[in-house]
């Protein structure tokens, strides 16, 4: 089988600037690109637009959750096809550390919630921070505005001003609207940029369908953010096949959850879709999952992940509402 390169070059038709860039003095700020065509690929994952801060915790305080951040190892890259990346782990740094090394006469008016500086160093313009949500999505919270090379350890020197990032949650509602053409806020349910939620049309067609390497068996795969609180990934398990011949493999997969416990989601990450998975038996305690695959003589590698959710915690919160009301009208009639 001829694999299809893992680089995905489009051509730009349009280019559009943020107004606070182009109207009010911002020294840095996003740009949105419009694509001839749309991008699609068969193993590359969309990364989401953030439903919420990832970079406060509950508590309203700056996280100290790492992130991870994919930058290019050149400083200008040339080939694409043998272009190397690389991911790293970062930390937020105190705001005020943001601000220490900025020369006043070079100041931007942009507001520093939209700001954001990390650890690290020799970031490039553009490289992107995500997040790994508790149900598999990618979220996109930052991009770097690039920053001071790496220092020489050979050298002592007075540490470079750290990195700065530009948070893309409060500019959710400008993407948004520029794409749709109808103003949204940051949004948990209904996702168009990213994992699509199926919510109004034929369930049972886009509910069973594949994003990137990834087969979405279920209604509640596409869930993140509020929706999703729920869920819980109970099993995973990789899979690994090397054949000696050319092979053609039916595999028949039966999960059962813990007592109390429905199924809801069933997703199977397989690269370059060599199968087209099937499940049966949703909602309940114990589902069904079929994976024929085509016909392959090396090694492969696919994964099964299930997800559920705990049954008693709906039925305990709707007895509860269940009492209240009546010893409310209770109390009503008594008086």
Not at 127 to 141: K, L
Not at 267 to 284: A, C, E, S
């Amino acid at each position: 089988m001829q694999c299809e390169p893992a680089v995905l070059l489009m051509p730009i038709a349009d280019v559009l600037l943020h107004p606070e860039y182009k109207h009010f003095g911002v020294r840095s700020s996003i740009a949105l690109l419009k694509t001839m065509t749309a991008v699609k690929s068969s193993y590359m994952v969309p990364v989401c637009l953030p439903f919420k801060n990832f970079l406060v915790d509950k508590n309203g305080r700056q996280t100290k959750d790492k992130m991870y951040h994919i930058d290019f190892t050149s400083d200008v890259p040339r080939d694409f096809m043998e272009e190397e990346k690389e991911v790293s782990r970062i930390s937020l740094l105190p705001r005020e550390l943001c601000y220490l090394y900025d020369n006043p006469i070079n100041g931007s008016s942009k507001g520093k919630e939209r700001m954001a500086c990390t650890t690290g160093c020799g970031f490039y313009s553009g490289s992107p921070s995500i997040v790994h949500e508790h149900t598999g999505h990618w979220s996109v919270v930052a991009l770097s505005e690039g920053g001071s090379p790496c220092p020489d350890p050979l050298r002592s020197r007075r540490p470079p001003a750290p990195p700065h990032h530009i948070l893309l949650h409060p500019y959710v509602p400008w993407i948004t609207a520029a794409i749709t053409g109808k103003a949204m806020g940051a949004f948990s349910k209904d996702d168009p940029f990213g994992f699509t939620m199926p919510r109004a049309s034929d369930q049972e067609q886009l509910s069973h369908s594949w994003v990137g390497h990834w087969w979405m068996g279920g209604i509640r795969c596409y869930d993140r953010g509020e929706a999703a609180e729920d869920m819980f990934r109970f099993y995973h398990e990789v899979f690994s096949i090397k054949p000696s011949t050319p092979t053609y493999l039916t595999y028949n997969l039966d999960i059962n959850a813990a007592r109390d416990t429905l199924i809801i989601c069933v997703k199977v990450g397989m690269p370059y879709h060599l199968g087209n998975p099937i499940v049966w038996q949703l909602d309940t305690p114990a589902a069904m999952v079929k994976i024929p695959m085509i016909t392959f003589q090396n090694m492969y590698r696919f994964q099964v992940e299930a997800w559920a959710y705990n049954s008693t915690i709906s039925d305990s919160s709707s007895s509860y509402e269940s009492v209240s009301s009546e010893s409310y009208s209770d109390d009503q009639s008594t008086l």
